[in-house]
């Protein structure tokens, strides 16, 4: 069974530094692409970075340049380190598993809160 926990999220001002994890359960996580989605009031969800197993990124545009994601295989821990944070980021935060064609493995979300 995989299970994620997504952790870090709160209450920052703009300009100021988060970072989030998630924690993964399960043997699938070194071959599985994982990446970070997140959601606002009101929106569809959106991918906001992915890692592949090989280590290839990709971002979305409104945030190239400010978040970075990472993994540890050996830890089996997904991190996202979002610097310069605009009030247009608050959203919930979801950690996302997919593996093999289509099976996706999802967080339970973590607040992220940004004041202008």
């Known amino acids: ?3 994620l926990v997504e952790s870090g999220g ?3 001002q703009a300009g100021e530094s988060l970072r989030l994890s998630c924690a993964v359960s399960g043997s699938i996580f070194s071959i599985a692409a994982m990446g970070w989605y997140r959601q606002a009031p009101g929106k569809q969800r959106e991918l906001v970075a992915r890692i592949r197993s ?10 190239k340049g ?4 990472s993994r540890d295989n050996a830890k089996n821990m997904m ?8 009030p247009e980021d608050t959203a919930v935060y979801y950690c996302n598993l997919h593996w093999g064609v289509a099976t996706d493995y999802w967080g339970q979300g973590t607040q992220v809160t940004v004041s202008s």
Do not use: C, E, H, W
């Not at 090989?54 to 945030?63: C, I, Q, T």
């Open 79 to 86: 991190y996202l380190q979002m610097n310069s944070l605009k």
């Open 10 to 12: 709160g209450l920052v």
């Open 54 to 63: 090989g280590g290839r990124l990709n971002y979305a545009d409104s945030v």
């Open 66 to 69: 400010r978040f970075t994601i």
């Open 1 to 3: 069974q995989v299970q």
